[in-house]
C-alpha cells in the first residue's frame, strides 16, 4: 500500500516512524515530511517535526473509537491532513481540522490542502 503513496512529488512517505508531536507519542502508519527536511535522515529515535499529512490504516484489532481519538490528537497536535484507509470498506477518509471529511471508493483521491492524489481503485487492488 505505501508503494501508491510514494510518488508523491515533493514529499517522502516515511513508514512506522516515531512521532513526539508536543509530547504526545505515536507511531501513524504513514507521515508525509517535505522533501527539504532532511533531519529525518539523522539516527533520531523519536520525531518532533509535525508531518504535513499521516495516513492510519484501520486493522481488524483496532476499534473505531481508537481510530477516531487517534485522528483527533493528530489534527489537535497541528498535523494539517488526516487520511484514514479502511480496506475492509475499501473506503479512505480525508480528516481536517475544521472541515467536514472527504471520502472515496474509487477514482483518484487529492487532499484538498496537501498536494497529495491516490488512485483509490489501486490502493485496494
Known sequence: MIAQFTNTHGFEALSELNLDLNGWR????ICFFPNSV??????????????TLVVEIFSPSQTL????????????????SV???MPAFRVISIFQKGAAPISATQGILTDPNVPVS??????FE
Do not use: Q, S
Open 26 to 29: 505515536c507511531v501513524p502508519d
Open 38 to 51: 532532511t533531519a529525518l535522515l539523522e539516527d533520531i529515535i523519536w520525531v518532533k517535526e509535525t508531518p
Open 83 to 85: 487520511w484514514l484507509v
Open 118 to 123: 491516490v488512485n483509490v481503485d489501486a490502493i
Open 65 to 80: 473509537e481508537t481510530m477516531t481519538d487517534k485522528v483527533d490528537k493528530l489534527l489537535a497536535a497541528g498535523v494539517p
